[in-house]
């Protein structure tokens, strides 16, 4: 009863999307003037566009630029442990300084573990930061050239993923149902076209 209940769901939310592209193909919503695609609907690939960004490049160097320090405070943490470990095997045990060393070789020791999940917990962040700051980035882009062009949908190419064939069947049954382009003419697709726009922005220096 569940199992048919589900497919019916999934059977209404489909003919749902397929009513909205019919209605935006319709001659009565396809009066507004359209631009280069000539239709009112449009796909982008979000990862097309990335490789394309001129600006991604940049903030790439400037993420390695940032792992690079964060790895040399690592590494001179390290360098630091090194040396104490080689005065401990010169120093006598017996001796009060070798007490004390051993001390500051145990401290450094737990600062250096600090440090690193730091750094690892840093570089995710600024990871994270930079994906969605370009994104939002290539969102706003591609709403700012739908209105230019009269695109009134714009939807994110999926057609061009494959099914995981080897992966589990709940997997595989998640991946063609959540599958939301089926077919895309590369005539309607604007993945380019937003990615100039927004190198000819980033040329110019525009926010």
Known sequence: MLTSIARCVRTIGLAAGVLV???????ASSAAQVGRTGSPVAVVEINRVLELLEEKAVREQELRVFLTDLERRVNDLQDE??????DLNILPRDQPEYEEK???FLRKQFQVRVEAELAELFAGERKKEQQ?????KIQ???????EREGILLVLNND????IPTEAPIQQVEA??????????????????DVAVM????YRAGRP
């Open 21 to 27: 592209v019919v209605l935006l193909l319709s001659p």
């Open 81 to 86: 442990v090194r040396g104490l470990a080689a």
């Open 102 to 104: 051993r001390q500051e």
């Open 132 to 136: 969605i700051e370009l994104f939002k």
């Open 140 to 146: 706003d882009g591609i709403k700012r050239y739908a």
């Open 159 to 162: 057609g061009i993923i494959d």
């Open 175 to 192: 991946a063609i149902v959540s599958r939301r382009v089926l077919y895309a003419s590369p005539d309607i697709d604007i993945s380019e």
């Open 198 to 201: 927004l190198n000819n922005e």
